[in-house]
């Protein structure tokens, strides 16, 4: 009964489908003033059907989810060693930190010049910019996390006998897991924004090329198809984390 | 189990510090916030550095971390791993020090029924009680069977009842196990109840180290005795029983009466907060009951100290400002003292 409650929509589904029907009337009504274009959601869902059924959205989809995901892994996974060695070890941080501080308020959207010339236009160009979009936040969280754990479980856990290297596998890192988290369910949204930038700026293919096409040719449904793409898999990646963040802490905290 | 001594340690507060903690004993570091009590418990458990040396049974172990030394530290906090169930928390030092799995099941099975929470084994800290997350920090204290068990005041969170009641258990479980143990409290009652010897300290210095009656009514000290309330110290020149409990004995010029079931009394004590101050003759029978002068008012924080000659033996009193303020008393006033019968504290001197 529990399980079937779960796929029963509750009453967040209510405003949703309030805002589509307005959508609809005040699009068909032809209610908003001026030369532009709105199309109904009917004609967007029409378009979503076409575009899924001739490859287009699933061709470009997949090509941004495949930049994301190794983008993304790659960079949190760095992000997530490096700062736990950062957190961990009270000299390298003292070395690294001042460097870190530099780079971490760059706009990831801003290395993109500089990686075009770096890298060229290629299929690593935007798996490099979403590394450098994961990696710091996640790299600040990790710290972040590693160093706010209380001394006295780590003291406890000396006294008791635990290695350095236990004290950092079974206390230190389960008790940052929120904080490193929370940088994950972060960036991975942010991954999507940044990789529809890097596609609209530089790379043919990808759910930001498609979406710069579908604004030269002026064809409104399909920006909105991709922007509804897109926050479907802003949604998705939150709620995957918040899913393995629950798996993880829920019980303890 | 291991004697512990401190030679020369100095961290912090605490400079040069010596003493000598004896096998299976359990000594009270009784002091103030500040005081040094915890630096001392840590260096002895070797979670800082420090000057000096720390011996067990007149080995070095300077040179041993932590995890080597074999000491269970109960810390303030307790330090409850929150990701970790009872179970685990209890069985984390000795899977810390790699002993077999059905070895650690055996002795976090027999932790779990020592400490009677048997029925909490799968729950995590977040859903313990105080008094519940205490036995579980103490189970996993003692879960390695330490040589040396550090407590820095694993009470203070609780409340008096459940304090009192654990520290009655956490008493038997230590005279039971024969470890020798360091307990840490700024609390002199606690100290007092728990303790085989206490050792004072004031500002990283070791002021008296001693039985808890002794440093009550020998304090060494004027600091010591401040630290322990000031009281009064009376000898006693006669007592006689009275039966029923009671004590008649004789201080100087006065007849107080004690409770105590004892055959002598060779001290009493009486604390300034426990001697009330009439203007008026109190009513009621004539049993620890004076006449004095005062001699002195001194404003002390939130109290006064009113100094009081009642014969020929001086008594400090205590009451509270607003009460001092609503009374009219000066010096040469004569007044009436009251004792309370069941706060005078005696010491019958056993070794004479």
């Known amino acids: 009964m529990n399980k079937l409650r779960r796929f029963i929509p509750g009453w967040g589904i209510v405003p949703v489908v309030i805002f589509l029907a307005i959508w609809e009337i005040v699009a068909r009504l032809n209610l908003i003033p001026g030369q532009l274009s709105f199309p109904p959601f009917s004609s967007v869902v029409i378009e979503f059907y076409y575009l899924t059924a001739n490859g287009i959205l699933g061709e470009n989809f997949l090509s941004s989810l495949t930049r994301v995901l190794i983008g993304f892994c790659a960079g949190s996974i760095a992000g997530i060693a490096m700062g736990i060695l950062m957190g961990w070890r009270e000299g390298i941080n003292k070395t690294l930190h001042p460097i870190i501080s530099l780079f971490y308020p760059i706009p990831a959207i801003g290395w993109l010049p500089l990686l075009m010339l770096w890298i060229g236009i290629n299929e690593m160009l935007p798996i490099t910019i979403i590394f450098v979009c994961s990696f710091f936040p996640v790299l600040y969280n990790t710290v972040t996390g590693i160093r706010s754990v209380n001394k006295d479980y780590i003291q406890a856990a000396r006294t008791l006998g635990a290695s350095d290297t236990r004290i950092l596998a079974t206390v230190v890192i389960p008790l940052a897991l929120p904080n490193i988290f929370t940088g994950l369910r972060l960036e991975a949204g942010m991954a999507w924004r940044v990789i529809v930038a890097a596609e609209m700026v530089a790379i043919p293919t990808g759910i930001g090329a498609l979406l710069i096409q579908a604004e030269s040719l002026i064809r409104i449904d399909i920006i909105i198809v991709c922007l509804m793409v897109l926050a479907v898999m802003c949604f998705a990646f939150d709620k995957f984390f918040g899913y393995l963040e629950d798996k993880a802490t829920a019980k303890w905290r | ?352």
Do not use: W
């Open chain 2, 1 to 352: 189990m291991p004697s512990i001594t401190l030679k020369d340690v100095s961290k912090y507060v605490c400079q040069a510090v010596n003493l000598e903690i004896f096998d299976r004993e359990l000594l009270v570091l009784l002091g103030p916030n500040g005081a040094g009590k915890t630096t001392l418990a840590n260096v002895i458990a070797g979670l800082t550095d420090y000057r000096g040396s720390v011996f067990f049974n007149g080995a070095p172990v300077d040179k041993l971390p932590a995890s080597k030394r074999s000491v269970g530290y109960l810390f303030q906090d307790l330090a409850l791993f929150p990701h970790l169930d009872v179970a685990a928390n209890i069985a984390y030092g000795l899977i810390a020090q790699q002993q077999s799995r059905e070895r650690v099941d055996i002795r976090v099975k027999e932790l779990l029924q020592m400490m009677k929470i048997a029925h909490l084994s799968s729950r995590y800290p977040k859903n313990l009680s105080g008094g519940e997350k205490q036995r579980v920090a103490l189970a996993r204290a003692l879960a390695f069977s330490p040589k040396v068990l550090l407590l820095d005041e694993p009470l203070s969170s609780l409340d008096m009842q459940t304090a009192k009641y654990l520290r009655t258990e956490l008493r038997q479980i230590q005279r039971n196990l024969g470890v020798t143990t360091v307990y840490i409290t700024h609390d002199l009652e606690e100290g007092e109840e728990m303790a085989d010897r206490i050792a004072v300290l004031q500002n990283g210095h070791l002021e008296q180290v001693n039985r808890p009656e002794e440093v009550f009514f020998y304090p060494k000290n004027e600091k010591v005795s401040d630290f322990i309330g000031a009281p009064n110290i009376l000898d006693c020149e006669y007592c006689r029983s009275l039966g029923k409990g009671v004590m008649e004995v004789g201080c100087r010029d006065l007849r107080i009466i004690v409770p105590h079931d004892g055959n002598s009394v060779h001290r009493v004590a009486l604390f300034p907060h426990d001697i009330y101050i009439s203007e008026t003759k109190p009513p009621g029978p004539e049993v620890n009951r004076f006449r004095g002068t005062i001699i002195d008012i001194a404003p002390a924080d939130n109290v006064v100290r009113i100094k009081l000659k009642v014969g020929g033996t001086c008594l400090l009193a205590e009451m509270p400002y607003h009460i001092f303020e609503d009374m009219d008393l000066a010096v040469g006033k004569e007044v009436f003292l009251i004792l309370k019968l069941r706060r005078i504290r005696v010491y019958e001197n056993k070794d004479m």
